[in-house]
């Protein structure tokens, strides 16, 4: 199969956008506005909280905010410089979008967060609660993984519960291994928009063209 032709390659998976799961975004940002728009997301990791994030974006906007957005990896735990120097020179028409909180260290948590007071809002994710107030958990499951895979693809015959357990919950990783499994040849499958060609065997008539 080409990785075009993948149904969990990344260009395809980056089209599923965050599923509300018990609320909805005018709940989200009436929640958001009463805590001063200062508050957190807090999940474990492939739980979808930079989706949710990304998609809380045009809906601030709406709102009059200019939105920014900082993240820190694993690979990258550092603001630059230049980071810290625009964090000074923020206004109450600012908001931050802020991935990755759980990156920086107390001292310059504390640090950033006196920096960033004179923005209008404040939004991260983080792993743990505490930094902020919790805006929201960002929680999974299998029938959430089964939704997202049903987007994807018509056809599967994986076995999802047991590929969310081995995950521990991590979305993430899940569509990662599938795309894996896919790219080995191990299944064809129907893809929205692609009918995968089914290999024939030697019995089956070849159609007249």
């Known amino acids: 199969m080409k990785a075009r032709e993948n149904p969990f390659a990344v260009q395809r998976v980056l089209t599923v956008r965050y599923r509300p799961q018990?609320?909805?975004?005018?709940?989200?940002?009436?929640?958001?506005?009463?805590?001063?728009y200062r508050a957190a997301i807090v999940g474990?990791?492939?739980s979808g909280k930079t989706t949710l994030l990304e998609d809380l974006e045009p809906r601030l906007a709406q709102r009059g905010f200019t939105v920014h957005h900082l993240r820190l990896t694993r690979e990258v735990r550092r603001f630059p410089t230049k980071t810290w120097q625009f964090l000074r020179r923020l206004r109450s028409g600012?908001?931050?979008?802020?991935d990755g909180s759980e990156q920086l260290?107390?001292?310059?948590?504390s640090l950033f967060r006196w920096l960033s007071r004179r923005a209008g809002g404040l939004v991260i994710t983080t792993h743990r609660r505490g930094r902020l107030p919790t805006l929201m958990t960002a929680q999974t499951s299998v029938p959430l993984l089964s939704e997202l895979v049903a987007e994807l693809t018509a056809a599967i015959d994986a076995d999802l519960p047991n590929l969310f357990n081995r995950?521990?919950?991590?979305?993430?990783?899940?569509?990662?291994?599938?795309?894996?499994?896919?790219?080995?040849?191990?299944?064809?499958p129907e893809?929205?928009?692609?009918?995968?060609?089914?290999?024939?065997?030697?019995r089956?008539?070849?159609p007249n063209a």
């Open 22 to 36: 018990g609320w909805t975004w005018d709940q989200l940002l009436s929640r958001l506005a009463d805590l001063h």
């Open 44 to 46: 474990p990791q492939g």
């Open 94 to 98: 600012d908001i931050i979008l802020f």
């Open 105 to 109: 260290g107390a001292l310059r948590w």
């Open 167 to 188: 995950h521990r919950g991590n979305l993430r990783e899940c569509l990662r291994e599938l795309y894996d499994q896919f790219a080995a040849g191990t299944t064809r």
């Open 191 to 202: 893809i929205a928009g692609f009918t995968a060609e089914r290999p024939r065997t030697p």
């Open 204 to 206: 089956e008539p070849v």
